[in-house]
Nanobody, 115 residues
């Protein structure tokens, strides 16, 4: 069982920056790929960015060039640095990791971007 706890988020004006952090605990195995998802009201949850243990990254087209994902394999942490935020980035952001069908999620943290 893996526990994921997010921190960061909050409210910011368009063009601003925010950082999210996620701490993973409880795993007896090395934490595999970690990812950030988001879900806006009335929309499906979508992948924002992911990062493998080897630091290979993948980004949604909508955030490329604005968001940066990183991780610390020693601390079992994953981070999301968000810049040039837009109102359409407003959503609940979730941390994710897992193996196959065993997927784990954080409780989510709200990011609100005002115009």
């Amino acid at each position: 069982q893996v526990q994921l706890v997010e921190s960061g988020g909050g409210s910011v004006q368009a063009g601003g920056s925010l950082s999210l952090s996620c701490a993973a605990s409880g795993s007896t195995l090395p934490i595999p790929t970690m990812a950030w998802y988001r879900q806006a009201p009335g929309k499906q949850r979508e992948l924002v960015a992911s990062i493998t243990r080897g630091a290979r990254t993948n980004y949604a087209d909508s955030v490329k060039g604005r968001f940066s994902i990183s991780r610390d394999n020693v601390k079992n942490m994953v981070y999301l640095q968000m810049t040039s935020l837009k109102p359409e980035d407003t959503a609940v952001y979730y941390c994710n990791t897992g193996w196959g069908s065993a997927q784990y999620w954080g409780q989510g943290t709200q990011v609100t971007v005002s115009s």
